[in-house]
Protein backbone atom coordinates (compact mmCIF):
# COMPACT_ATOMS: atom_id res chain seq x y z
CA UNK A 1 0.00 0.00 0.00
CA UNK A 2 2.99 2.61 0.85
CA UNK A 3 4.94 2.23 -2.49
CA UNK A 4 1.50 3.18 -4.10
CA UNK A 5 1.11 6.16 -2.30
CA UNK A 6 5.09 6.87 -3.11
CA UNK A 7 4.08 6.16 -6.74
CA UNK A 8 1.12 8.33 -7.09
CA UNK A 9 3.02 11.14 -5.19
CA UNK A 10 6.05 11.06 -7.73
CA UNK A 11 3.33 10.93 -10.58
CA UNK A 12 1.97 14.38 -8.79
CA UNK A 13 5.69 15.71 -8.49
CA UNK A 14 6.15 15.21 -12.12
CA UNK A 15 3.45 17.73 -12.62
CA UNK A 16 4.99 20.22 -10.10
CA UNK A 17 8.18 20.51 -11.97
CA UNK A 18 6.29 21.75 -15.14
CA UNK A 19 3.84 24.21 -12.37
CA UNK A 20 3.90 26.09 -9.80
CA UNK A 21 1.25 23.79 -7.48
CA UNK A 22 -0.16 20.20 -7.84
CA UNK A 23 -2.98 18.67 -6.30
CA UNK A 24 -2.33 14.59 -5.91
CA UNK A 25 -6.26 13.23 -4.55
CA UNK A 26 -6.13 10.39 -1.67
CA UNK A 27 -6.99 6.94 -3.04
CA UNK A 28 -8.12 4.67 -0.97
CA UNK A 29 -8.08 1.69 -2.35
CA UNK A 30 -8.47 -0.75 1.35
CA UNK A 31 -11.56 0.37 3.38
CA UNK A 32 -10.34 -1.98 5.97
CA UNK A 33 -6.76 -0.66 6.02
CA UNK A 34 -7.31 3.63 5.30
CA UNK A 35 -4.71 5.32 4.73
CA UNK A 36 -3.50 8.01 7.74
CA UNK A 37 -1.65 10.54 5.93
CA UNK A 38 0.47 11.57 3.37
CA UNK A 39 3.68 10.19 1.72
CA UNK A 40 5.99 12.62 -0.17
CA UNK A 41 8.65 12.34 -2.84
CA UNK A 42 10.91 10.86 -0.13
CA UNK A 43 8.40 8.49 1.28
CA UNK A 44 8.21 9.63 4.32
CA UNK A 45 4.46 9.62 5.73
CA UNK A 46 2.82 12.95 6.88
CA UNK A 47 -0.30 12.91 8.88
CA UNK A 48 -3.61 14.88 7.92
CA UNK A 49 -3.51 17.91 9.00
CA UNK A 50 0.48 18.63 8.60
CA UNK A 51 2.13 21.13 6.33
CA UNK A 52 5.98 21.04 5.72
CA UNK A 53 8.42 22.73 3.36
CA UNK A 54 11.60 21.14 1.69
CA UNK A 55 13.60 22.70 -1.22
CA UNK A 56 11.40 25.82 -1.27
CA UNK A 57 8.67 23.65 -2.51
CA UNK A 58 5.39 23.98 0.74
CA UNK A 59 2.80 20.84 0.76
CA UNK A 60 0.25 20.03 2.63
CA UNK A 61 -1.79 16.83 3.89
CA UNK A 62 -5.17 16.63 4.07
CA UNK A 63 -7.92 13.78 4.38
CA UNK A 64 -8.79 14.96 0.58
CA UNK A 65 -5.12 14.55 -0.42
CA UNK A 66 -1.54 16.01 -0.61
CA UNK A 67 -1.22 19.76 -2.52
CA UNK A 68 2.33 21.20 -2.90
CA UNK A 69 3.13 24.50 -4.11
CA UNK A 70 6.79 25.89 -4.94
CA UNK A 71 7.90 28.91 -3.63
CA UNK A 72 10.40 30.39 -5.88
CA UNK A 73 8.81 32.15 -9.16
CA UNK A 74 10.20 30.33 -12.65
CA UNK A 75 12.57 33.18 -13.95
CA UNK A 76 10.07 31.41 -17.45
CA UNK A 77 7.14 32.75 -16.00
CA UNK A 78 8.03 36.04 -14.61
CA UNK A 79 8.56 39.10 -17.11
CA UNK A 80 11.58 40.90 -16.57
CA UNK A 81 13.03 43.61 -18.47
CA UNK A 82 16.25 43.33 -20.34
CA UNK A 83 18.68 44.80 -18.01
CA UNK A 84 17.57 42.61 -15.09
CA UNK A 85 17.68 39.12 -13.98
CA UNK A 86 16.34 37.14 -11.44
CA UNK A 87 18.54 36.33 -8.57
CA UNK A 88 17.22 33.04 -6.56
CA UNK A 89 18.51 32.43 -2.82
CA UNK A 90 17.27 28.91 -2.44
CA UNK A 91 18.36 28.79 1.29
CA UNK A 92 15.43 31.52 2.20
CA UNK A 93 13.53 30.68 -0.86
CA UNK A 94 13.49 34.11 -1.89
CA UNK A 95 13.69 35.45 -5.33
CA UNK A 96 14.28 38.97 -6.68
CA UNK A 97 14.84 40.92 -9.97
CA UNK A 98 18.17 42.63 -10.10
CA UNK A 99 20.07 44.87 -12.32
CA UNK A 100 22.63 43.02 -14.73
CA UNK A 101 25.26 45.49 -14.23
CA UNK A 102 24.50 45.87 -10.49
CA UNK A 103 23.47 42.97 -8.28
CA UNK A 104 22.99 45.09 -4.68
CA UNK A 105 19.96 47.06 -6.96
CA UNK A 106 16.74 45.92 -7.12
CA UNK A 107 14.60 45.80 -10.36
CA UNK A 108 11.72 47.71 -10.68
CA UNK A 109 9.41 45.19 -12.55
CA UNK A 110 6.50 46.79 -14.54
Not at 8 to 20: E, K, P, R, T
Request: hydrophobic letters at 35%.
Amino acid sequence: MASLHVFVCLLGLVVLCHSDCFFEQLVIKDLKNPPTGCVDKDGQQHAFGTNWMRDCISCSCTTDGLSCCNQLPDASTVEIPEECELVVNKQACTAKAVLKSDKTKDCILT
